[in-house]
Each structure stands twice: as C-alpha cells, then as structure tokens.
C-alpha cells in the first residue's frame, strides 16, 4: 500500500528541496506539492491525504488556520508542523491542529523517520474507526478536581513551578499534553523532557495559563456523571502504577532521566483507556462483554475491537512524538516481551501493572527480598 503524503509550504526552494530528498520514498509514498493552504485543500478534496506536513507562517491563511480545516473535514490526515517561525502564540495554536511540530532546517532523515514512525504504528493498529478515533482526538478527559486545582492555582500571582509540575503529574493526560508539547522542536531542546516539572520550567507559566485557560484539553465529565468513578479509579491505578515502577527501579538504573522515563511510562500506560471513552457504546458494551464472559477489560476489548488500550495508547504517544522507551513500555504492559534481566521501563511498567492489579506493594515487596534482588525474575514467584 502506497500513502499519499501532502507537503504544503510557500517557499518554492525548499519544495524543491523536499522533491529532491523524497524522491528515494516513490515506491512507498505519493508525494503531492502546494504553495499555500488554498491548493492543498483542492489536492485533499481530489485525494486521500494520509499526512500533510505544513508551513506555519504563509501568506494569507496561516498553517494554523489550514490545519484547523483539515482537522474538521479530513480528519483521518495526521498533521504536522514543519516552521522556522518561533511565535509561541502560533505555536500554541497548532497544538489544537497538530500532532507534532518540527523545526526548520530539518534533517531529511529525521522527517522521514518521524513519518515513517506514524505510518508504521497506524499500520500495526489493526481497526480503521479506531485509527481515525485517535488521529482525530485533540482533547483528552482530565480528572475534574485536579483541573480545577490547577486552574485555581494559575489564577495567583505568585505561582509555584514546583506547585504546577506537581500537579500536573498527578494526572495522567495532562502529563501526556505537556510533554507532548516541551518535546516539539519549537522549543529546541537537545534532549527529550520526561519529568513534568522540568516540562514546566521550560514552557514557562504563560503558556501553561494560555494552554490550560485557552485550549481546554480536558474534558470534565460534568454531564456524564456515571464514569466519574471509572476515570477515579483510572487515576488511582495509574499513580499506583507510576509509584510502583519508581520503587522498582530505584538505585538499580543509575540514572535519573531513566528513573523518569519508567514513572511517567506507568502514569501513561492506560492512556488507551481515556482515548477509547471518547468511541461511542465503548464504556457499556465493554463492561456488559466483562460481566457476561468473565473477561478482563483488556480480553475484552480485544474480542469487540481486535485491538486493545495498550496499542491505542502507543499510537496516539507515538502520533505526538514522545520517546520510544516510553511508547514501547505503553504498548507491552500487559505483554510479557523482555528478558528476565532486562531492567528498563518496558519491563518495569509490565511488572508494576501485575502488582499493582494484585494489590502488591513494591515497596513492602522490596522489605521483604531485602533489595538484594537485580532481576525481574522473582516476579514469577
């Protein structure tokens, strides 16, 4: 199966320059060309776009306000942002449209990599309504108390950066947007930010009031009160989890950012689940096939969708561009895929999960093994 791939960008050199580099992609992508976002929408109407990557400062209609129309009338085409334009304005804007935003100059082999990526982990994810259900999603559940935690707590004057980030990463989806936007190549990080607080630092308190006040993310369930005990309960095991995997590898990985990368990939190992609420009859018809077949959520899924939270999650942490250690630790948790004696956040995440769901502390697990253990095979046990 060839994709079709839409470049639009009002600079007739670097046109050229993409036509040249993509030219080794033929047999796997269709490439298509527009100066402004005019013309790309006339290519859109006449094919099927699978992504389109755009300028964001174009004369006339702006990539931002482009995209915006893409999202309501294609939305199956994941969006990108390729810019040279540092307007943090502009830039939260595309978080409302796009998936991810690279910066100019870019390096041929880093978009074609970052499509390939998102072209690949969509194949793996083997249900259209879903894929278009996750490629569409620009706004996630948050737990309503925490939202309005924070909300209130931007509303002061004098506001604590340590306060924000430890809120922040209280909470499962919000922790995923913030990084999904520190992580984006406006900001020109030279490596990736997986610790909400340092996510903070970076972003700076006006945009995180500007993201929070203006985009609004997160849904609150106000009108839908039966499922604020699931997404409760949500929480609560994804803190678990998080909690769990910190103990776990604690002194064992010698390094701090990876002791991170293990946390927030067990807060975000059920992000799946967030997604899938937003598909209609998802919420009953799982928990009627659970009652009536004595099947885990996950079985269950699986049997009605043919896909399961884990890979739904994976796709959308991999449409917006966050580390591979962390998509791949939300992709297998419920996979027994590693080696007794690898110690990362994919084997970890898999583990806490297990404990967690056997109501397993691992701090009381660690007392009782004495930490003398430095493999996961006791978790057999």
């Not at 997160?218 to 103990?247: G, Q, T």
Request: aromatic letters at 8%; one cysteine or more; glycine letters at 4%.
């Amino acid at each position: 199966m060839k994709f079709n791939i839409l470049f639009v960008d009002d600079n007739p050199n670097l046109i050229k320059g993409l036509k040249r580099i993509l030219f080794t992609k033929r047999k796997e992508w269709d490439c298509f060309f527009a100066e402004n976002g005019n013309k790309a929408l006339e290519i859109m109407n006449e094919y099927e776009i699978n992504v389109v990557i755009s300028d964001m400062k174009m004369p006339g209609m702006d990539g931002a306000q482009f995209l915006k129309i893409v999202k309501e009338k294609y939305p199956k085409a994941i969006r990108i942002i390729l810019s040279g334009h540092a307007d943090k304005d502009m830039s939260l804007r595309s978080t409302q449209v796009a998936h991810q935003y690279l910066a100019k100059p870019c390096e041929s082999q880093v978009l074609i990599s970052t499509i390939n990526k998102i072209l690949k982990s969509r194949e793996e994810l083997d249900n259209e309504k879903i894929q278009d259900l996750v490629t569409g999603i620009s706004e996630l559940p948050s737990m309503p108390d925490l939202y309005f935690k924070l909300e209130k707590l931007l509303s002061l004057e004098d506001i604590s950066i340590n306060d924000v980030g430890n809120i922040i990463s209280q909470d499962v989806t919000m922790t995923a947007k913030m990084l999904q936007m520190v992580n984006t190549a406006f900001f020109g990080l030279p490596t990736k930010i997986n610790n909400p607080i340092q996510a903070v630092n970076y972003l700076g308190i006006n945009v995180i009031k500007s993201l929070v006040l203006c985009i609004q993310i997160f849904d609150r369930y106000e009108n839908k009160p039966h499922l604020k005990p699931y997404i409760n309960n949500l929480w609560y095991h994804s803190m678990l989890v998080a909690s769990n995997c910190r103990e776990l590898v604690r002194g064992k990985l010698k390094d701090k950012a990876a002791e991170e990368d293990v946390y927030v990939a067990g807060l975000l190992h059920d992000i799946g689940k967030i997604i899938l609420l937003k598909s209609p009859g998802y919420f009953e018809d799982i928990n009627k096939l659970v009652e009536k077949e004595k099947l885990s959520v996950f079985e269950a899924e699986k049997k009605l969708l043919g896909t399961g939270h884990d890979e739904v999650g994976a796709y959308l942490l991999r449409l917006w561009g966050l580390q591979e250690e962390i998509v791949n630790a939300v992709m297998n948790h419920h996979i027994y895929n590693f080696n007794n004696y690898e110690i990362n956040a994919k084997s970890t995440v898999f583990i806490a999960n297990k404990l967690t769901h056997l109501n397993i502390n691992s701090t009381d697990l660690c007392k009782e093994k004495n930490k003398n253990f430095n493999d996961f095979s006791w978790y057999k046990e």
